[in-house]
C-alpha cells in the first residue's frame, strides 16, 4: 500500500531504515535461531497473544498494590474460619473443572503460609493480640488442618489425573510452579491432625454453637474426602467405597443448608484469596485472573463430583462391555449438571482397565468372550471350535490375532468414551480403519472356511464378520453425529451429515435384521439388538426429514461444499485404505449426494411421514426390555423420551406441504445442543436442565 503523507501517522513520521542494521546484526546466526535476553523466553513472547481460552489468556493487567498485606496470622472470628474453608472448597473444584493450580489453590495466601502458622513453631513475641472470640487456635489448629486436607485431597487427585488417562493441558493442568501439595505427609498425619481440630473444637470453650458445629461438619467431611480420595487411588474396586461416597454426601447436605455470611469489607479473612498472586508465581504458561463461583456453585459442583463417583463405583462391579458402552454414551449425549470432570473421567478409564486387569479381576480374554455373548448370544468357545471345525487354510487360522485386535479395539474403544469430545471424536475417526482391518481378517477367514453340512445351523463367524462391520458403522455415526453436538457444521455441511446418516443407518440395521434370527428371543442379546432396531429406525426416519426440509431450503456452492467434504471426512480417505483390497463399507460418497440433492428439489411429494414413523418407533422403544443398559435403563429412557419430544414439536411446527415448505422461514430451526445434541429444535422448546 502506497503512503499518504496527508495521513498522521501514530507517533510522528520521522522514522528511520534500520533494515541494514538489523541484517548486520544477524549476519553471523544460522536460520531458525532465535536470541533472547536473559530471564525472557520464547514461551513468554508468545504468551503476549491471547488465544481465546480463559484458562490461558492473561491479557496486560498490572498487580493491585493497594490491598494491604497479608498476615497469616491476623485473628479470626469463627464464621471468617468457616468462610474461608468454604472458599478454599471453591479454589478446589475449580482446579477439577480444568483452571491451574496457580489460579485456583495458589491464591489460597494460606497455602503458603504453611510454616507461619504451624503451632509448634509461632513465636510468642510476635503474636498478634486476640481475644477470646478470636482464638490463635483458630488459625494453627482448626485452619491448618483444614489446609492441609485441601492440599492432600489435591495431591491425591493429581496423582490420578497424572495416569495418562486425561491429557495435561487439554483436560487438568498439573504444574505445581514448585509448591508442595503436602506429598510427603502421610493420610494417617492429615487425618490426626483433622481428627484434633475437631477435638480442639469439641472440648474448647472458646467457639460457641452454631459455629462449633458448623467448622466440625467441614472438617468431617474434609477427613471423608482424603480417605475415599486415597481409597480411589490405590483400591478402586474396594467394597467400601459405596459408604464412603454416601457418608461425604450426607456430610454435605447440612453444610449446603447453611453458609456463613460474607466477612466485612475491611476483615481480615477477605485477604486470604488473592486472585492476581498467581503472577508472581514462575509458571509455564500464561495466566488469566478468574473469579470463584459462588458457594451454592460450588457445593453443586462437589455434589456432582461425589454423585459421579457413585456411578463410576456401578459401573466397576458391572461385568458387560455393552453397559459400560451404554453408560458412556449417555454421559457424551447428555451429560448430567457437572459430573464430567476429568478426575471422574480418568477413575473412570482406572476402574475398567488398569494395564493388566479388566475390571480388576478379569484377563484381557474377557472383553472378547464379552463380546461375543453380549453381541451374537453365544459363547467365544463356539465361535473358535467353529473356525477349527471347518478351516481348509494351509496356515493355522489367525486366532490369536483376532482375538489380540478385539482386544485392543474394544478396550480402546470403551476407555474413549471418558475422553473429551473433540479427543473422543478424533480417537473415533482414526479407529475406523482398525476395524475395517478387523473386517478383512473375518473376510479372509470366511473364504477359508469348509462350507456348513447343516444349512439351518447358524454360520457363526460370518454372524460375527456382521457385528464387526456393525460396530464400525455404530462409530461412523459416532463421528459424523458429534459434529453437531460440538457445532462443527456449516449449513451445507448439515445437509450431507443427515443425508450421510441415512446412508450409514441404513446399512446398520441390515446388520440387525441379518442378526436378529437365530437368537433366543429372551436374551439380552435379543432385547438390545430389538432396542438399536427401533431406535436407528427413529433416527434414520427424523435425519431424512431434516435432510429433505434442510436440502430445499440451502443454496450451495458446490466447490466450497465439496472442499469442505474433502476437509471434514478426510479421515476416510487417508492412504492405509489404498494398501487394502476390500474397499471399506459406509465411507462418504459426494458424487451420491449431489445426486440425492437433485432428486430431493424436484421432488413435489413432501411430507411428514417419516417423522410420525419416528415418534411411532420411539414410543415402541420405551416400551420395549433394557436390553444390557441394566441400572442405566431409565437414564437411556430419558434420552429416548427428549428425542421423541424433539420429534413431537417438529412435527407441529415444521410445514407439512411442499407449498408451505416454499414460504417457510427456515431460520425458526436452531441447532442447540444443549437442548439435544443432534437435531434442531424451534424457539421455545424446552431446554436442558443447568
Not at 544460522?30 to 504468551?47: C, I, K, Q, R, Y
Not at 505445581?176 to 475437631?198: F, G, Q, R
Not at 508472581?280 to 459462588?294: A, C, E, F, G, M
Not at 427401533?534 to 430445499?552: D, G, N, P
Request: one cysteine or more; hydrophobic letters at 40%.
Amino acid at each position: 500500500m502506497e503512503y499518504d503523507p496527508l495521513v498522521e501517522l501514530p507517533g510522528g513520521d520521522n522514522f528511520h531504515d534500520v533494515t541494514a542494521l538489523f541484517e548486520d546484526a544477524a549476519e553471523d546466526m544460522h536460520p531458525g535461531a532465535l536470541l533472547l535476553t536473559d530471564g525472557f523466553t520464547l514461551l513468554d513472547a508468545m504468551s503476549s497473544f491471547e488465544i481465546g481460552e480463559p484458562r490461558f489468556d492473561s491479557g496486560l493487567a498490572l498487580l493491585d498494590k493497594s490491598k494491604p498485606t497479608f498476615n497469616p496470622l491476623a485473628p479470626l472470628t469463627p464464621e471468617e474460619v468457616c468462610w474461608i474453608i468454604d472458599r478454599s472448597f471453591s479454589c478446589e473444584m475449580e482446579w477439577h473443572s480444568g483452571y491451574t493450580l496457580s489460579q485456583t489453590i495458589y491464591s489460597f495466601l494460606y497455602v503458603h503460609s504453611l510454616k507461619e502458622i504451624e503451632p509448634d513453631l509461632v513465636p510468642g513475641g510476635s503474636l498478634p493480640r486476640s481475644d477470646n472470640l478470636r482464638p490463635l487456635e483458630l488459625i494453627t489448629v482448626v485452619l491448618r488442618a483444614a489446609l492441609l486436607g485441601l492440599l492432600k485431597c489435591c495431591d491425591l487427585s493429581w496423582r490420578e489425573l497424572n495416569k495418562g488417562n486425561v491429557y495435561d493441558a487439554e483436560d487438568w493442568q498439573s504444574e505445581k510452579c514448585d509448591v508442595p501439595l503436602s506429598e510427603a505427609l502421610p493420610v494417617k498425619y492429615i487425618c490426626k491432625a483433622l481428627d484434633e481440630a475437631c477435638h480442639w473444637l469439641e472440648t474448647s470453650a472458646k467457639v460457641q454453637q452454631p459455629w462449633k458445629a458448623m467448622l466440625m461438619n467441614r472438617l468431617t467431611l474434609r477427613k471423608s474426602l482424603i480417605v475415599l480420595f486415597e481409597t480411589q487411588l490405590s483400591q478402586p474396586h474396594s467394597g467400601l467405597l459405596p459408604t464412603m461416597i454416601n457418608l461425604s454426601l450426607q456430610l454435605l447436605h447440612p453444610i449446603m443448608t447453611v453458609t456463613p455470611s460474607e466477612p466485612a469489607p475491611d476483615s481480615p479473612a477477605r485477604l486470604a484469596f488473592d486472585p492476581q498472586y498467581p503472577r508472581v508465581i514462575v509458571s509455564y504458561i500464561p495466566l488469566h485472573v478468574i473469579q470463584l463461583p459462588d458457594q451454592a456453585h460450588t457445593w453443586a459442583l462437589l455434589k456432582g463430583l461425589l454423585t459421579s463417583l457413585k456411578n463410576v463405583n456401578d459401573l466397576a462391579n458391572t461385568a458387560e462391555l455393552t453397559t459400560w458402552e451404554v453408560a458412556g454414551h449417555l454421559q457424551l449425549w447428555c451429560p448430567r449438571p457437572h459430573s464430567r470432570f476429568p478426575y471422574v473421567r480418568s477413575i473412570t478409564q482406572s476402574a475398567f482397565w488398569d494395564g493388566v486387569l479388566v475390571l480388576n479381576k478379569f484377563a484381557l480374554k474377557h472383553v472378547v468372550v464379552q463380546f461375543f455373548r453380549e453381541t451374537l448370544d453365544i459363547s467365544y468357545d463356539a465361535f473358535t471350535q467353529d473356525i477349527m471345525t471347518r478351516w481348509q487354510g494351509s496356515a493355522p487360522p489367525p486366532l490369536a490375532q483376532i482375538e489380540r485386535t478385539m482386544t485392543q479395539i474394544l478396550i480402546a474403544n470403551i476407555k474413549s468414551l471418558w475422553y473429551n469430545p473433540p479427543r473422543r471424536r478424533r480417537f473415533c475417526a482414526k479407529s475406523l480403519f482398525d476395524w475395517h482391518e478387523l473386517f478383512v481378517v473375518f473376510m479372509d477367514v470366511c473364504v477359508r472356511l469348509a462350507p456348513l453340512q447343516d444349512q439351518k445351523q447358524l454360520d457363526h463367524v460370518r454372524r460375527a464378520r456382521v457385528a464387526v462391520l456393525m460396530y464400525r458403522l455404530s462409530v461412523i455415526r459416532e463421528v459424523v453425529l458429534s459434529g453437531f453436538q460440538m457445532t462443527l457444521y456449516t449449513n451445507e455441511e448439515r445437509v450431507f451429515a443427515y443425508w450421510y446418516i441415512v446412508q450409514v443407518l441404513e446399512m446398520h440395521l441390515s446388520c440387525i435384521d441379518q442378526l436378529m434370527p437365530g437368537m433366543s428371543s429372551n436374551s439380552n442379546a435379543y432385547f438390545e439388538l430389538s432396542y438399536q432396531l427401533q431406535f436407528l429406525t427413529a433416527l434414520q426416519s427424523l435425519s431424512m426429514t431434516i435432510f429433505a426440509i434442510t436440502v430445499k431450503k440451502t443454496t450451495f456452492s458446490w466447490r466450497r461444499t465439496r472442499l469442505n467434504f474433502l476437509r471434514r471426512y478426510k479421515w476416510a480417505f487417508t492412504p492405509e485404505y489404498e494398501d487394502i483390497d476390500l474397499q471399506p463399507f459406509g465411507h462418504p460418497n459426494f458424487t451420491k449426494f449431489t445426486t440425492a440433492c437433485e432428486s430431493m428439489q424436484k421432488d413435489k411429494q413432501f411430507s411428514l411421514d417419516s417423522i410420525a414413523l419416528a415418534i411411532e418407533a420411539l414410543s415402541n422403544v420405551l416400551m420395549s426390555p433394557g436390553g444390557w443398559a441394566g441400572r442405566w435403563s431409565e437414564e437411556r429412557k430419558k434420552f429416548v423420551q427428549k428425542l421423541l419430544d424433539v420429534c413431537v414439536d417438529l412435527q407441529r411446527q415444521l410445514p407439512s406441504t411442499e407449498q408451505a415448505l416454499t414460504t417457510w422461514d427456515a431460520k425458526t430451526l436452531k441447532w442447540d445442543a444443549d437442548a439435544h445434541p443432534w437435531f434442531p429444535i424451534f424457539s421455545g422448546f424446552p431446554p436442558a436442565p443447568s
